[in-house]
């Protein structure tokens, strides 16, 4: 093999390693890149192992042989313009894989002797030795990494195209959901206005077996309302549609209305609520509205799981730039495993279809979001068996 090189290169490989030829020839053999060089005449003087193989072209074959004559489909093509400025202008080049595609006509034989295309990108050289220019071309294997970009590619394109039917499902599933909603509270705010006008007597006096079924009639479009007005949020929620309309809002005067509105459901439970010492003009920043549909879940929930003749306790504490509301309890407490769950969408610590206690398991998932997104957070401490304090976050109103 050493017997190939010519004495050009024994004196370039002498200059500038200090091996012995026969070790460099070697080291270049055992290169995984394709190197040959070129001198001043544009022959090739200098033709590695690895250039054989990919090329078939044995060294006797090339050595001593112009480039363009061993490449004469090459001739005129970006190739040689770059090996002619290197050995003209001294000017380093890379020809990237990706900017001149397959640049010289190499194969690499596979296992089980196929030939496969050779991706290559190529670094060109000048150097110059004893007053002499060359050009070193070094080859780079790059069909593994094309390989891996076309793989990544199609899967990138399947994603993509994934992404898209899911997004085009989940749009229909909230368009959906939101027009059933719709559709369906308008003729059921219609049936529980009438069943209430009937209900409260002004039509006249029922007969009682008659009062019993119309008043179950009315409590449970009442339920179903609540429900469709709980999936219509959590719809909204889901499409980024929902609206606040963020005010400064006298905290007093909402927590005392929000009392009052519970104060009836409460009374189911036999749950006192006591809203304890609260500075007048606190103003924290938030929805009117929503914030009260927060606050209404957190009171009824206290007062669903408390027990009978218990007290639901609100506090407000100062903290630093925010301030929190906690509503406390003396029920049961949330089991440890529910814990994790429980502001996810329709979870309930009893999820069984002989719960005694009403409720879709939507309130703490909605409250949850509101919350977020009037920049505040929502979180409980409970003790099992001892009660639960949920408590609300809520930014301060700062008119500076
Ligand atoms: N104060 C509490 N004490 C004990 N468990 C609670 C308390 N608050 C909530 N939970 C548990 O968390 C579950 C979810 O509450 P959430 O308010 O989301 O739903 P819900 O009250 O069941 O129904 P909805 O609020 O939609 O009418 C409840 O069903 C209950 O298991
Ligand atoms: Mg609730």
Redesign the pocket.
Same mark, same amino acid.
């Given at each position: 093999m050493l017997s190939d090189i010519n004495n050009m290169e024994r004196e370039v490989i002498a200059e500038h390693v200090p091996l012995s030829a026969s070790l460099f020839g070697k080291v270049l053999d055992f290169s995984e890149n394709g190197l040959f060089l070129v001198d001043s005449d544009r022959k090739i003087i200098l033709w590695n192992e690895w250039m054989v193989q990919a090329s078939s072209l044995g060294r006797e074959e090339v050595i001593g042989t112009a480039f363009v004559d061993v490449f004469p489909n090459l001739k005129g093509r970006r190739i040689e313009s770059v090996i002619n400025a290197a050995l003209d202008t001294r000017t380093a080049s890379l020809l990237s894989r990706s900017l001149n595609k397959a640049i010289f006509p190499l194969y690499l034989s596979e296992v089980g002797g196929e030939k496969r295309h050779l991706e290559q990108s190529v670094t060109v050289k000048p150097i110059q030795s004893n007053g002499h220019d060359y050009c070193l071309i070094q080859i780079t294997d790059v069909t593994p990494m094309v390989q891996r970009e076309d793989v990544l590619r199609v899967l990138a394109k399947e994603a993509g195209e994934a992404l898209q039917v899911a997004e085009e499902a989940s749009r229909f599933k909230s368009e959906f959901t939101s027009t059933v909603s719709h559709e369906l509270r308008t003729p059921l705010t219609s049936i529980r206005g009438s069943l209430g006008l009937i209900v409260s007597g002004v039509m006249g006096e029922l007969r009682p077996e008659m009062a019993r079924l119309v008043g179950i009639a009315y409590n449970n479009t009442e339920r179903l309302l &609540?429900l469709i007005n /709980?999936i219509l949020d959590i719809s909204k929620i889901e499409s980024g549609k929902m609206d606040f309309v963020m005010e400064p809002v006298d905290l007093k005067t909402l927590l005392l209305q929000s009392v009052e509105a519970n104060q009836a459901y409460g009374e189911q439970y036999e749950v006192k609520y006591v809203l304890n010492d609260v500075d007048d003009g606190v103003t924290v920043y938030a929805d009117t509205d929503r914030l009260m549909q927060v606050l209404n879940?957190l009171l #009824?929930?206290?007062a669903? &799981?408390s027990s009978k003749g218990a007290e639901v306790e609100i506090n407000v504490i100062p903290k630093d730039a925010v301030i929190r509301v906690e509503v406390k /309890?003396y $029920?049961? $407490? *949330?089991p440890e495993k &529910?814990q994790s769950r *429980?502001f996810e969408k329709f #979870?309930? %610590? /009893?999820g069984s279809d002989t719960r005694k *206690? $009403? !409720?879709? !398991? @939507? $309130? @703490?998932?909605i409250s949850k979001s509101i919350i977020e997104q009037m920049g505040g957070a929502i979180g409980f401490d409970t003790v099992a068996g001892k009660g %639960?304090t &949920?408590y609300i976050d809520i930014c301060l109103f700062n008119d500076a």
């Open positions: &609540f /709980d879940n #009824s929930n206290a669903k &799981f /309890d $029920g049961n $407490g *949330i &529910f *429980i #979870s309930q %610590a /009893d *206690i $009403g !409720g879709t !398991g @939507l $309130g @703490l998932s %639960a &949920f």
